[in-house]
């Protein structure tokens, strides 16, 4: 079965500090990997995915990630953070091509200290 | 171009009555998917409608059901609503079906079962 972890319930980082917010995944054929953003109140906004290709993805607000299939993982990383990155972040994930519903993480709580 | 937006945005019910809760994917998308998301989990599948059909079901029971119109714009209905309903409700709309291809999610609708 599909699964995926975000082992941090929450993530502390000073205002210009790199960030990273980790997820590993399980699933049984190829992952598709996909980061989603949630402000309080609000839907989910799409960051970034990896599909295939190059392992490092780059997304929406200077955000990117890197796929690592030996260790299956997806990080999301930031060189410098944003007291605006503060949110809740949702790491996802498919397999196949016809396996169509997003199988989600229990998301992380980003808190950026100025 | 406007995004996925949802109505109502937030709705109050009691236990046993039925509500509806609506979807209008973003400008060109024709596939339609809803997911319930509890307070402080990660979104779960519902469903996914595409070409008017429902093409593949998450771990609901049959009290949840929807529809899609000619126009692409989705229903999603609940009956015999319980306390363990009330969720935020969010609607994702993607250009096609595909596994790869990105979901875009309207703000969601709060609904609050007494």
């Known amino acids: 079965a599909q699964s995926v972890a975000q082992p941090e319930d929450q993530v502390n980082v000073a205002e210009g500090n790199p960030l990273t917010v980790k997820c590993t995944y399980s699933v049984s054929g190829n992952p598709y990997l996909f980061w989603y953003v949630q402000y309080p109140n609000r839907g989910l906004q799409f960051l970034l995915k990896?599909?295939?290709?190059d392992n490092l993805v780059k997304g929406s607000y200077g955000f990117e990630a890197e796929f690592n299939k030996s260790q299956t993982s997806f990080h999301l990383k930031k060189p410098s953070a944003l007291v605006s990155d503060s949110a809740l972040y949702f790491c996802?994930?498919?397999?196949?091509?016809?396996?169509?519903?997003?199988?989600w993480g229990a998301g992380t709580k980003l808190i950026i200290k100025p | 171009d406007a995004g996925v937006t949802q109505s109502p945005t937030h709705l109050i019910k009691t236990r046993g009555q039925q509500v509806t809760l609506r979807c209008s994917p973003k400008?060109?998308?024709?596939?339609v998917s809803w997911y319930q998301q509890a307070l402080g989990q990660g979104p779960q599948f519902i469903f996914q409608y595409y070409e008017e059909e429902e093409r593949q079901r998450g771990n609901f029971p049959d009290r949840f059901s929807g529809h899609q119109f000619p126009n692409y714009s989705s229903e999603l209905n609940v009956n015999a609503l319980l306390l363990g309903d009330s969720a935020l409700y969010l609607c994702a709309s993607s250009l096609r079906q595909g596994a790869r291809d990105t979901q875009y999610f309207g703000p969601g609708t709060r609904l609050t079962v007494l």
């Open positions: 990896y599909i295939t290709g």
């Open positions: 400008s060109g998308h024709d596939t």
């Open positions: 996802a994930v498919r397999d196949t091509d016809s396996n169509y519903q997003l199988i």
